[in-house]
Nanobody, 120 residues
Framework: QVQLVESGGGLVQAGGSLRLSCAASGSIASINAMGWYRQAPGRQRESVATITSSGSTNYTNSVKGRFTISRDNTKNTVYLQMNSLKPEDTAVYYC??????????????WGQGTQVTVSS
């Protein structure tokens, strides 16, 4: 089992910055990748940024150049630095941890979510 605890959400004006943190505990060695997803009202949850155990990162197009995902292995924590925030970034942000047992067998673990609201 993996437990994820997020922090760092809040209300910010357009153009501002926030940093989200996700602390992982439990069977951390089994995690292959971690990431941040978001879900706005009336919309499906979407991937925002991911980082693998080897450090490779991937971003959705709408946040490239503005958001940065990073990890501190000594603290078992993943961060999402969000700069130049836009009202369309408003959503509940969820931390995710992925465990791949084999190509057909995956576990997804989720945090409780943290609200990010960007005012115009």
């Amino acid at each position: 089992q993996v437990q994820l605890v997020e922090s760092g959400g809040g209300l910010v004006q357009a153009g501002g910055s926030l940093r989200l943190s996700c602390a992982a505990s439990g069977s951390i060695a089994s995690i292959n990748a971690m990431g941040w997803y978001r879900q706005a009202p009336g919309r499906q949850r979407e991937s925002v940024a991911t980082i693998t155990s080897s450090g490779s990162t991937n971003y959705t197009n709408s946040v490239k150049g503005r958001f940065t995902i990073s990890r501190d292995n000594t603290k078992n924590t993943v961060y999402l630095q969000m700069n130049s925030l836009k009202p369309e970034d408003t959503a509940v942000y969820y931390c995710n941890a992925l465990r791949v047992v084999n190509p057909g067998w995956r576990y997804n673990y989720w945090g409780q979510g943290t609200q990010v609201t960007v005012s115009s």
